[in-house]
């Protein structure tokens, strides 16, 4: 080959290269959490098929390992193109304060999306006059989920308070169901202590927590620890061994009766396990939260500083679209974040979860970003380790307390 032929070869495979663009998405969506990411890939796929996608996954639930790395990255100058992050205080009181993300408040306004999605919703990722991501779906985190025939061969129903779950768990334990409440690993722990306490101080109570109302060393806030403690008592031993589809599995199994988890919990039954909602698996919503919806939402920013900016833009433009919104989240087990969805394509759960997104209170998860920035919510992790251990529920409030001073809303 001519000289001047192999430059002009070699600079065509360049650009077409460069024309193909890359992107990488960021995010803890791998294994059994995957199948929903990988239809929304697809969808981009189909638009842009040129672009090579490097799916980039830190597996372990609730982002805790994955936002390790992530902090990792973004301090050290290497964002990936578009990362997993809560709506809510999760991203704004970390990496929009700390002005490392974009403002996305054009691209809502280009897309229409000021109309479709909920202005609660673009209110919690919106601060310092900007929009700081896209919600790709709303989650719900209070959720008892429980296996039908099984209730129904020990005869016991699902319980609507906290003070009914503990008298049912003492039928169950009679009966030889050595735990018939069964929770994970430290986050899922976590988890179950929200909606403890959501189910007994009630949403405005919870909202007081975190806007400083009500002090963690109230009595009230003391005594639902308490109840969180009794609560624990009805729970597997091995807990910290345990993932969160560890954990599910051992209420289709009948191992325990009750798991209170967030709803990707239904999107592991029927997505992964492939069990019908009403007769595969059962829910509710935990007990004494019946008319509250606890809320977290899975959205994407733009970070400053990453090389693919125009891929990424078309990747926030396609993960907010009806489209990409309708083949993630019957996949997830969540609803879509837009108002417009098509619910013909949910299951029987998600379309519950719909009707009750509309009718119910709405509050924010603190486990998942909602509610509490990461300085809290980082640190929480040791007091319910600490409270595990000790079950001294005037200790455990007098360090939550001290966390929300430090954080910055305790007052
Ligand atoms: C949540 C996240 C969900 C799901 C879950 C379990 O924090 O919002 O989408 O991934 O963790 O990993």
Request: aromatic share 10%.
């Amino acid at each position: 080959m001519k000289k001047a032929l192999m430059i002009a070869t070699a600079l065509a495979v360049t650009s077409s290269a460069l024309a193909a663009g890359k992107l990488e998405i960021f995010s803890w969506w791998s294994g059994d959490e995957a199948p929903a990411l990988e239809a929304l890939i697809k969808v981009y796929k189909a638009k842009y098929p040129s672009v090579a996608v490097d799916n980039a996954t830190v597996s372990g639930g609730a982002g805790t390992n994955a936002k390790a790395v992530l902090k990792t990255r973004m301090l050290g100058g290497t964002p990936p193109d578009s990362f997993q992050a809560h709506a809510g205080q999760e991203l704004i009181g970390t990496w929009v304060v700390a002005n490392r993300m974009q403002d996305l408040t054009p691209l809502f306004k280009s897309e229409g999306w000021m109309k479709v999605f909920p202005a609660d919703l673009v209110k919690l990722i919106s601060a310092k006059g900007g929009i700081w991501s896209v919600p790709v779906n709303v989650h719900r985190s209070n959720v008892m989920w429980y296996n039908p025939a099984k209730l129904k061969e020990w005869g016991v129903s699902v319980p609507k308070t906290w003070p009914e779950f503990l008298s049912t768990c003492t039928t169950l334990k009679a009966k030889g169901v050595a735990a018939p409440l069964v929770v994970g690993e430290n986050w899922t722990e976590q988890h179950l202590w929200e909606s403890v306490m959501i189910g007994t101080l009630g949403a405005q109570g919870w909202e007081n927590l975190w806007n400083g109302s009500l002090k963690f060393t109230d009595p009230r806030v003391v005594g639902a620890f308490t109840t969180y403690g009794k609560v624990l008592d009805c729970a597997n031993k091995d807990a910290s061994g345990l993932s969160w589809q560890q954990a599910s599995d051992r209420i289709i199994d009948g191992t325990s009766a009750f798991n209170i988890m967030g709803d990707w919990a239904a999107g592991y039954f029927t997505t992964t396990k492939k069990l019908a909602p009403g007769t595969g698996f059962g829910w509710a919503a935990s007990p004494g939260t019946t008319k509250t919806f606890v809320m977290l939402a899975d959205s994407f920013g733009l970070p400053k500083g990453i090389k693919d900016q125009a891929e990424t833009m078309n990747w926030l433009k396609v993960l907010g679209s009806k489209a990409g919104q309708d083949a993630f989240n019957p996949l997830k087990g969540s609803i879509a974040a837009r108002t417009d969805s098509d619910l013909s394509k949910y299951s029987v759960y998600s379309k519950s979860a719909a009707t009750d997104w509309k009718s119910s209170k709405i509050v924010g998860s603190m486990v998942h970003g909602a509610v509490a920035p990461e300085s809290f919510t980082s640190a929480f992790g040791a007091v319910i380790d600490q409270f595990v251990a000790s079950k001294n529920s005037a200790g455990a409030a007098a360090a939550a307390q001290q966390l929300a001073v430090r954080s910055g809303f305790g007052k």
